[in-house]
């Protein structure tokens, strides 16, 4: 993976963790409105991210 994707890969990451903190905070977050840009790849992969800093929200 080159420094281009890695850093892809951490806004990435970044941002899903930020709108699953929102959408725990009670706002309402359209991820198919944030995700509708990105690749199917990019969109699976965030997605994955996105739920799992949700449950990991609930948990704490």
């Known amino acids: ?3 281009q ?9 970044f941002l899903a963790r930020s709108f699953a ?4 905070e009670g ?3 359209d991820i198919r409105k944030v995700t509708g840009n990105m690749d ?3 969109r699976s992969w965030f997605c994955q991210r996105y ?3 949700q ?3 609930v948990s704490e």
């Open 1 to 3: 993976m080159n420094e």
């Open 5 to 13: 994707d890695l850093y892809s890969v951490h806004n990435f990451d």
């Open 21 to 24: 903190r929102m959408s725990s």
């Open 27 to 29: 706002r309402q977050i």
């Open 40 to 42: 199917e790849e990019h």
């Open 51 to 53: 739920e799992f800093y």
């Open 55 to 57: 449950h990991q929200a």
